[in-house]
Structure formats: C-alpha cells, structure tokens
C-alpha cells in the first residue's frame, strides 16, 4: 500500500500558475507510474498526465503546452506545474499512483481558475 498526500491546490485569476504536488510514502522508483486525474462537478475523471517509473510522461492534449509533470526522486513527490490556466481547468485534482498490488488515490486537491 501507499499514502498519497496532495498540496498546492488552490484559487488563481485565468493565465495564472499553480504548481501540485503530490508526496508518496514509497519510493517511486517502486511505483509503475504516478498519475494526476482532475473530476469537475457532473463530469467523468479525466486523466490529465502521467509519469512513470523510467521517467515517461505523457500528458492530455488539453493541456499539453501549459501542463509539465516532473518529480523528484529524493523526495519521492511528483509535481505537476499548471501555467496559463483557464477556467475549465477548475476542478478536484487527485494524484493515483500504480503498484502491481492496485492502484491508490490521494485525498484531492482543489483547484479553481476564476477572475
């Protein structure tokens, strides 16, 4: 098993930046990937980018060009930078990460894009 533990959510004006992050109680390098999916109000969980335990990424074409997945393997924590945020982009941001015994969720993190 594995916490998740998310952070850096929060309310910004359109064409801001927010960075998340999101600290595991295991190494990553254990994990086969880290993944940040967001779910806003009346809509399916969508993945938004990934990275894997080799270090590749991949993001959503809706926010490939403003989105950048990294990590930093001493701190065992993922980031995801957010730049020139729009206001689709709000929603419930939640870190998963993907073990060979499961997958498993952070709690969530708020993010709204508002003027």
């Known amino acids: 098993q594995v916490q998740l533990v998310e952070s850096g959510g929060g309310l910004v004006q359109p064409g801001g930046s927010l960075r998340l992050s999101c600290a595991a109680s295991?190494?990553?390098?254990?994990?086969?990937?880290i993944s940040w999916y967001r779910q806003s109000p009346g809509k399916w969980r969508e993945l938004v980018a990934f990275?894997?335990?080799?270090?590749?990424?991949n993001l959503a074409d809706s926010v490939k060009g403003r989105f950048t997945i990294s990590r930093d393997n001493t701190e065992n924590t993922v980031y995801l930078q957010m730049n020139s945020l729009k206001p689709e982009d709000t929603a419930v941001y939640y870190c998963n990460a993907l073990l060979r015994r499961g997958a498993f969720w952070g709690q969530g993190a708020q993010v709204t894009v508002s003027s």
């Open positions: 990275i894997t335990s080799s270090g590749s990424t």
């Open positions: 295991l190494s990553i390098f254990s994990i086969s990937a």
